[in-house]
T-cell receptor, first 115, second 111 residues
């Protein structure tokens, strides 16, 4: 596996379900991100982790719970979601040596539908 | 704070040249990025500018003027596959380095 991978690619869940999204990066980066992308809206930054420590929580509701066990893995735990949470959830990573180390590389995303 | 403006949609003809503009406001400027995003897919990195001037990479070029808070992405010899959204993103320092994304410019390439 290379780059940034995400599983599952598609997820349908009810409002009472609990599910988790997984992201893994194979780029040796030290920062990982969760974004939400709704139709016709800009990317919304949700969480940022640097060296496993959360450095940004962009006022995200508590029904979204991130976990970063190490610099290569990032999870987003979901519980009691609302239909308006339906969106594409993108994971990204960044970090490295030299110019442009803040360049973010994205995973393919998880398309989530909440019924 | 940080803010990015770019046109919502543009249409161009196959084989032509198109310029997508981006204006931004940020403090502690640390770089400007362009990403391409096809419908239903993840954004992919196109270019990075941190110094004023033009960066060329094949059919794509990106220009930056830090004093004007302005950038553009130039696409030459347009192909149908270039139909996508183009996202301008800026990294700045607001209590820590942070990158924000514009809403994207949806480019339609017609035959």
């Amino acid at each position: 596996e290379t780059g940034v991978t995400q599983t599952p690619r598609h997820l349908v869940m009810g409002m009472t379900n609990k599910k988790s999204l997984k992201c893994e990066q194979h780029l040796g980066h030290n920062a990982m991100y969760w974004y939400k992308q709704s139709a016709k809206k800009p990317l919304e930054l949700m969480f940022v982790y640097n060296f496993k420590e959360q450095t940004e929580n962009n006022s995200v509701p508590s029904r979204f719970s991130p976990e970063c066990p190490n610099s290569s893995h990032l999870f987003l735990h979901l519980h009691t979601l609302q239909p308006e949470d339906s969106a594409l959830y993108l994971c990204a990573s960044s970090g490295g040596s030299g110019r442009g180390q803040e360049t973010q590389y994205f995973g393919p995303g998880t398309r989530l539908l909440v019924l | 704070g940080q803010n990015i403006d770019q046109p919502t949609e543009m249409t161009a003809t196959e084989g032509a040249i198109v310029q997508i503009n981006c204006t931004y406001q940020t403090s502690g400027f640390n770089g400007l990025f362009w990403y391409q995003q096809h419908a239903g897919e993840a954004p992919t990195f196109l270019s990075y500018n941190v110094l004023d001037g033009l960066e060329e990479k094949g059919r794509f070029s990106s220009f930056l003027s830090r004093s004007k808070g302005y950038s553009y992405l130039l696409l030459k010899e347009l192909q149908m596959k270039d139909s996508a959204s183009y996202l301008c993103a800026v990294s700045g320092h607001t209590g820590g380095f942070k990158t924000i994304f514009g809403a994207g410019t949806r480019l339609f390439v017609k035959a």
